[in-house]
């Protein structure tokens, strides 16, 4: 069967079923007249315990085990019991800071973020762990050159576009293709550079990350 019948019969995307054809926990047959995939009832059954499994947030790793048969389900799911419960646990301690935070009535000018912060780090020294700042604040450092490089991408293809378009309109009185290829590669060239920039924007951001955690 296709790919759709499969997203309908199993209720995941499309993408998810390709995602999860890269990762290795997939692998339909071929259509020897097409080649297209050719996913069977077997794929679909199986899709379905991914799904199941995924829903209960067991890593692609786990699930990889389970296919190859280097984990039983039983163990799986024990393991993943045991992260379940320390990640309970967490959030348990977690809840707790902010009900004393809450009980203490205190407005953010009065917060004593110190005594705070010591009594989280003695909780951790004793195996809590509280969300990792670091690692979910620097996503958001991505965010405006990525946002900015696309932004000019989308300039630059629509300039590229309305100059091909200005310049078809009349063949009769169209200027010589090769002005209109070097208008075009004008803003070309502009893309080519934006890319360049933003990979080693990327770079230093996350070198930059990188020097820092050294540090800790």
Known sequence: MKINQVEQLVGITKGNIRFYEKEGLLTPG???DNGYRDYSDA?????????LLRMLDV???????????????????????IQLERRQANLAAAQGVCAQ?????????GLDADTVLESMERQEQEGTKFMNVGKRDKLTRYVSPIGAAVLMLALMGALIALIVWGFTMDAADAPPIGVVIALAAIPAV????????????????????EDAASQY
């Open 101 to 109: 935070i809450k009980e203490s009535r205190s407005q953010l000018d």
């Open 190 to 209: 502009m893309i080519v550079g934006v890319l360049a920039a933003l990979y080693q924007r990327i770079k230093q951001i996350k070198g930059g990350e």
């Open 30 to 32: 071929r259509n020897s």
């Open 59 to 81: 890593p692609i790793e786990e699930i990889l085990r389970l296919k190859s048969g280097q984990l039983t389900l039983e163990d799986a799911m024990g393991r993943h019991m």
């Open 43 to 51: 794929d679909v059954a199986w899709l379905k315990k991914i799904k």
